[in-house]
């Protein structure tokens, strides 16, 4: 039998009034918490609880490495989408995103990139603040 304070042994019905003492604390701290801090303690990692879920725009790039958005940024301005078309099919790590996939904003960089998070597949990318909505 577990011990009470100062050495008492609990009954059944004393371990379960503790119990729901404990339960109810709880609920009632995480109903005062905002929404995306309510779970806490049983909750994924911190980036999933703070950010909103977003949707890929039609005609827009991804890649895995910010270095390689930056150069497909630069091939774009002075090649135009003929030059860009060709620069994707010669790498595997950047590629057209599909319009209306879900996705989660993970971390904003300058000027204008942002790493997202392909909820579907479980992949990060970086690609443009213009392409999620």
């Known amino acids: 039998m577990p011990v ?3 050495g008492k042994t609990l009954t059944g019905d ?3 009034t503790r119990i729901l003492i404990f339960a109810t604390i709880y609920l009632a701290f ?4 905002p929404p ?3 779970n806490v303690f049983l909750s994924p990692p911190l980036y999933q609880q703070y950010t909103y879920i977003y949707f890929t725009k039609d005609d827009y790039f991804a890649s895995l490495e910010e270095g390689l958005l930056d150069k497909a940024v630069k091939i774009a301005l002075s090649d135009g989408y003929k030059g860009l078309s060709k620069f994707i099919s010669e790498d595997d790590f950047i590629f057209f995103l599909r319009e209306g996939l879900m996705v ?3 971390k904003p960089s300058y000027p204008g990139k942002v ?3 392909l909820i579907d597949y479980g992949i990060y990318v970086w690609t443009l603040k213009e392409a999620i909505e």
């Open 30 to 33: 995480c109903t005062l918490l």
């Open 104 to 106: 989660r904003l993970i």
């Open 4 to 6: 009470g304070g100062w």
């Open 36 to 38: 995306a801090q309510a």
């Open 115 to 117: 790493l997202i998070l």
């Open 14 to 16: 004393e371990m379960r």
